[in-house]
Structures are given as structure tokens and as C-alpha cells.
């Protein structure tokens, strides 16, 4: 029971910790409201790998895998559009977020729980490249 403790305690602190630095967690069922009523609304940003990209993702996202070690690639239009920063689990996805929110992105969400979070809500995914 302390260990499940511990784990929620975690897990909490580790949302509002990016929270508290500016990036807005987005919940998965969020997210699929959102884009149901208007697709043109966010820029999804997937930065897992090119393999786990490829095994399944949000349809519309763009892999960008080398944001985690290189933010200053990436290129948008208008930096006031907001993003959805996507990963596995919500982990590196927070720390891309960040880093694109202290090059002047003002509209960066992480995907809390990322893909995982995204299946466990019944979120669409495709397994073809886009």
C-alpha cells in the first residue's frame, strides 16, 4: 500500500512540476474532444522514435524525434499555434515542451499518460507512416 503511495505521489509531482514551469498537461479524452470539434486547432508533435511511431500514432502527427535532444530544429509557422508535445508515457514529451516553450512557443501541451494514455481512452491511432 506505501509503495502504491509513493507511485501516485510520483506521478502527481511529476505533472505539476512541468505544470508549474508552463507546460499545460492535456488529458488524452481532452484531446480527443478537441480535435473531433476542430482538427485545425492543435499541431501534433509525436517525438518517439521513428520505429514506435511507425507501430501506431495519432493520425495527423508529425514525427520529430530528434526534439528531444535538439529543440532548435523545430520549425513551425506560428508560435502562437498551439502543440501537443506526444510521447509513450508523457515523460519525454515534458521535456521537449519545456525546451520549446523557453524558445518562445507560447501554446505547448504535454499529453499526460502520452500514447498509452491516448489507447486507454480509445483514442484512433493508424500504423502507416503519414
Known sequence: MKILALVILLVLGWEFCWWGLGVRPLMPWRLKGSLRESPEEFTLVD??????YELFHIPGSKNQP???LHPEFFK???PRKPLVIICMTGHRSS???YRLKKRGFTEVHNLTFG????LLSGGKTVREKE
Open 95 to 97: 521535456v521537449v515542451a
Open 47 to 52: 517525438v518517439r522514435t521513428a520505429l514506435e
Open 76 to 78: 513551425a509557422q506560428d
Open 115 to 118: 500514447m498509452l494514455g491516448w
Open 66 to 68: 530528434n526534439l528531444l
